[in-house]
């Protein structure tokens, strides 16, 4: 069954590093899902991304983050200067373009540990 | 602030057993609902969608959806210890709005 992919499953950095975190999505979907969640809070969206471009992101994703479709099959979190509050599992989701009323797909999950 | 609620629990019911998760949501427009189940240290699994005013049968689980209240259920018929999990209540507007919104999670537990 096709799965959405992301790695490294845990990613420990230094308060102020950058970070990417990649995600191969599900390959016939084309809208591209990043949130994260805070251990022990809600699932938060970050941003969902479409054709090339944003379509649209939340208060959370602010200039720190960046998303890139850098080839046919990556789709990659970039969050440039990593704070402490940045830990959190982060969450790549994808789904089909048509008939699929959103239904999203989610990955294994990065642990992102910040110290 | 489009909020969507969920009792956090911990909601414990004996193996065999039919398991009731509730959920409320505040945007009137919302058109998509949605079920995933999350094990500890997991990601989401979606379990249930619905779309329409009614009940929505897949197997062991039925979700129930009344737009009117702004409500949605999870019925789970003849629990097992393995349905233990916590269970998200996601919402989405489609419509050009893609985001699933999603509530704290309802923590259950299967008592054998």
């Known amino acids: 069954e096709p799965e959405v992919t992301q790695t490294p499953s845990h990613q420990v950095t230094q308060m102020g590093q950058e970070v990417i975190l990649r995600c191969v999505p599900i390959s016939n979907h084309l809208y591209f899902y990043w949130y994260r969640q805070i251990l022990g809070q809600k699932v938060e969206f970050l941003v969902s991304f479409y054709n090339n471009e944003i379509s649209e992101k939340s208060e959370i994703f602010d200039d720190q983050f960046s998303v890139e479709r850098p080839d046919g099959s990556n789709f990659t979190l970039k969050i440039r200067s990593t704070k402490l509050e940045d830990s959190a599992m982060y969450f790549c989701a994808s789904r089909e373009l048509a008939g699929g009323r959103n239904i999203q797909y989610f990955g294994a999950g990065t642990r992102l540990s910040v110290l | 602030q489009k909020e969507v609620e969920q009792n956090s629990g911990p909601l414990s019911v004996p193996e065999g057993a039919i398991a009731s998760l509730n959920c409320t949501y505040s945007d009137r427009v919302s058109q998509s609902f949605f079920w995933y189940r999350q094990y500890s240290g997991k990601s989401p699994e979606l379990i249930m969608s619905?779309?329409?005013?009614g009940d929505k049968e897949d197997g062991r689980f039925t979700a129930q959806l009344n737009k009117a209240s702004q409500y949605v259920s999870l019925l789970i018929r003849d629990s097992q210890p393995s349905d233990s999990a916590t269970y998200l209540c996601a919402v989405n507007m489609n419509f050009g709005n893609e985001k699933l919104t999603f509530g704290t999670g309802t923590r259950l537990t299967i008592i054998p």
């Open positions: 619905i779309y329409s005013n």
